[in-house]
């Protein structure tokens, strides 16, 4: 028998017979608003009812995932203990919440609404208001909870991030914010996800940061039903984990006890909010029926132990509690249970009538979110500029290195934009570790330069969280090797937000990352990494590369304004070895620098650069392979061959229009690839050009990672190998026609 069952037959003849569980007697302020309590009783039951009927509509094939609240109902008393206007980043048993706080707010009809609502994201409708059926999540823009997919700790840096931007956009509002001053953020999460490296290190950043004292009003609530799908959590390890954080406030409460659960929830929102302070809220609940869909409990654990747990159904104490405060007599107790799951079957049945998603564009629409208007800007001013930058002006006339001209690029954009924030280890007072980032912090203060601690996924959470208050963060990972430290913020967090909320939550976003190959004398593969698969591979994310200072400074503009503007988040990686490259083809000839372009010059995103007008061939690369490349120009000349150059510029998508539109004319198409041959770009680009029925070959990077001394380079193209390349990919005599595919060399 399934195990719903059992407990909803358990209830029914529990509470008929008066039959409850013992407990404390109802404590608290909720004893002076039995409105309030019957109200927090009802969310539990259609919490309860919706568990079960998406069970049965998994079971007719008419409902497509199941992971229940039922056992959670405890954190309705949360929720009454908030602020609808406070951000609440949810553990996926939290249902109980967010139909609670559907009824503070007025328009949305309380849980009437909410059922429906809740329903559709069953039932995969496209109707649904939060995800439009592309997943089933909690989540309401008008309930300020966006929405989580897999909480399993993922949204915890952010949620560390969105605190950390409310005392931020007191300084400084966002034209965006989203968040009340004197608003705070609530996040939740199960006890086995509290041992999840992520969760460690959120709360770890929490109180790093209240310890310096930083306001940061954020309450975590980690849920202890005592289990993770099998594996128990040992008795006493939450408690032990948490009630001695530095930095960190601790709250335990019963979540059975919906009267202690509402006054100690209470008492921990009120430090926060008003101690501007982290606190933990520790909340005894039990889990039933198992994890999630078709998991059996039985099969791991004994039946005496699902009984005992089954025998402390927070319904129940939840009757015998309202009972003896006069708020629910158990006979309307059971009545209210019994209309709310005839209730809410009756509106299912109208739930799995409305239309789905049916195609990839559909399912697609919501990757890219809507564009947003913003307040026109001119730029800097004159005298803003002079102020900021000093004699550095005078220096503009002159031709510079990447580092320095990007280090301008961003002057420039954070007095056009105060909402422009950037973050990272070692940017602030250090300037980075190839001084990219100076002088920043004396021009701009240390709460726009922020210093961060040592943990790639706070920075991006704190990037990520920041965005959703109205910021647009311009976080810095080290290197790129470090980004695999933190991948699923970007892939998991920052770029599904807006695909699983239909693009009513966004978090626009500049991440620059030091990164790539060729580094002389330093390194090894921790600081020097070229693969890009991890980033190329994320839906809707875009991946700029430039190679040299000026386009640089007109690159980093447009993915500002892309971030600004279309609300995308955007990668920017700079090649550390181009950072201090003065020289092309001789010693001190200085051909590799360039000026500073005027701060209204852009790039626009998909635009290629191309030098040359060779048609012989036609070598399209980027970064570090554009600089080879154009080494290599004298010599690929000398052999007879023709060559132009294109600067791929925009790494994803792929500016496939701007490609073909680029080697229109040449007889072949050589890629130089500074990645490895196996997901590298080039892959792409020999798929791009194979289906335009253009003949391509490849220069690529070896698979291996790269090595420190003077073997540096030994895996990597090579003006040598580019040469090479470039001879054999020479075109066939005049009058044959151009194939599809083509050859691979190393």
């Known amino acids: 028998m399934d195990r719903a069952d059992i407990v909803h037959e358990n209830f029914r003849s529990r509470v008929a017979a008066g039959d409850l569980p013992a407990g404390s007697a109802p404590a608290g302020p909720l004893l002076g608003d039995p409105a309030l309590a019957v109200s927090l009783f009802r969310a539990g039951c259609l919490t309860r009812a919706l568990d079960r009927t998406s069970r049965a ?280 249970y019994d209309e709310t799951l005839a209730r809410v079957a009756r509106v299912a049945d109208a739930a799995v009538t409305r239309p789905r998603l049916q195609t990839a564009q559909d399912v697609m629409a919501s990757i890219i979110p809507p564009r947003r208007t913003n307040r026109p800007t001119n730029g800097p001013s004159a005298e803003a500029r002079e102020k900021a930058f000093g004699p550095d002006l005078k220096a503009m006339d002159d031709p510079q290195p990447m580092s320095r001209i990007i280090n301008w690029a961003l002057t420039d954009l954070m007095l056009a934009h105060p909402e422009i924030v950037m973050m990272g280890e070692d940017v602030g007072r250090k300037g980075g570790v190839y001084g990219v980032t100076q002088k920043l912090t004396a021009r701009f203060g240390a709460h726009r330069m922020i210093d961060t601690l040592l943990d790639e996924q706070s920075i991006l959470g704190l990037a990520i969280g920041m965005a959703q208050n109205g910021f647009v963060p311009m976080p810095e990972i080290q290197f790129l090797a470090y980004l695999h430290n933190a991948e699923d913020q970007l892939r998991g967090e920052a770029a599904t937000l807006p695909f699983f909320s239909n693009g009513q939550f966004t978090n626009p976003m500049v991440l620059r990352i030091a990164g790539l190959g060729y580094q002389k004398g330093f390194g090894g593969h921790f600081h020097n990494d070229n693969s890009l698969a991890v980033i190329r591979d994320i839906p809707g994310v875009i991946l700029a590369v430039p190679s040299n200072g000026a386009d640089a400074a007109m690159m980093l503009r447009e993915c500002v304004r892309l971030a600004r503007d279309e609300q995308r988040v955007v990668v920017f990686l700079e090649p550390i070895a181009l950072y201090p490259m003065r020289d092309l083809h001789a010693d001190k000839d200085g051909a590799w620098m360039t000026r500073y372009p005027a701060p209204d010059r852009v790039i626009a995103f998909g635009e290629v650069g191309v030098t040359g007008t060779g048609t012989d061939l036609a070598i399209v690369t980027y970064g570090n392979g554009h600089y080879l490349t154009q080494a290599a120009l004298p010599q690929i000349a000398a052999a007879g061959v023709q060559a132009r150059v294109i600067d791929l510029r925009w790494l994803s998508p792929l500016p496939a229009e701007s490609l073909r539109a680029a080697v229109q004319g040449c007889k072949r198409v050589l890629i130089v690839d500074e990645c490895r041959r196996t997901g590298g770009p080039a892959e792409g680009l020999m798929a791009l050009f194979a289906e335009a029925g253009i003949k391509a070959a490849r220069v690529v990077s070896e698979d291996s990672f790269i090595a420190t001394g003077p073997a540096y380079a030994a895996t990597m193209p090579s003006v040598a190998s580019i040469v090479a390349g470039a001879i054999s990919a020479s075109p066939p005599p005049r009058g044959e026609g151009m194939g599809v595919g083509g050859t691979v060399q190393s």
């Open 57 to 336: 509509m998994q079971r007719a094939g008419q409902g497509f995932y199941t992971i229940g609240s039922s056992g959670h109902e405890g954190m309705a008393a949360v929720a009454a203990a908030l602020r609808p206007t406070d951000m609440a980043f949810l553990h996926y048993r939290d249902a109980a919440f967010q139909i609670a706080r559907a009824d503070q707010v007025s328009d949305l009809q309380g849980g009437q609404t909410m059922l429906w609502d809740m329903l559709l994201s069953f039932a995969a409708s496209s109707e649904d208001p939060i995800s439009g059926g592309r997943h089933k999540v909690l989540g309401s823009r008008a309930l300020m909870i966006p929405p989580q997919t897999s909480t399993i700790a993922s949204h915890l840096p952010k949620a560390v991030g969105a605190a950390y931007s409310i005392g931020a956009a007191r300084r400084q509002r966002p034209e965006h914010a989203l968040l009340p001053e004197d608003a705070m953020v609530m996040c939740s999460f199960g006890d086995a996800s509290l041992n999840h490296s992520t969760a460690q290190g959120a709360i770890n950043t929490a109180g790093w940061t209240a310890y310096q004292g930083i306001p940061l009003p954020l309450l975590f609530v980690c849920e202890d039903n005592g289990i993770g799908i099998s594996t128990k959590t040992p008795k006493g390890w939450v408690a032990a984990n948490l009630s001695a954080r530095p930095g960190l406030e601790y709250f335990p409460c019963d979540g059975l006890d919906l009267y202690e659960t509402f006054r100690v929830a209470t008492e921990a929102a009120a430090f926060v909010r008003n101690r501007r302070k982290p606190a933990v809220l520790h909340i005894r609940t039990i889990r039933l029926y198992g994890h999630a869909g078709a998991d059996v409990p039985t099969t791991y654990l004994s039946r005496e132990e699902v009984e005992a747990e089954e025998a402390q159904d927070p319904l129940l104490h939840a009757v015998r509690l309202l009972g003896q405060a006069g708020a629910m007599q158990p006979a309307q107790a059971l009545a209210v």
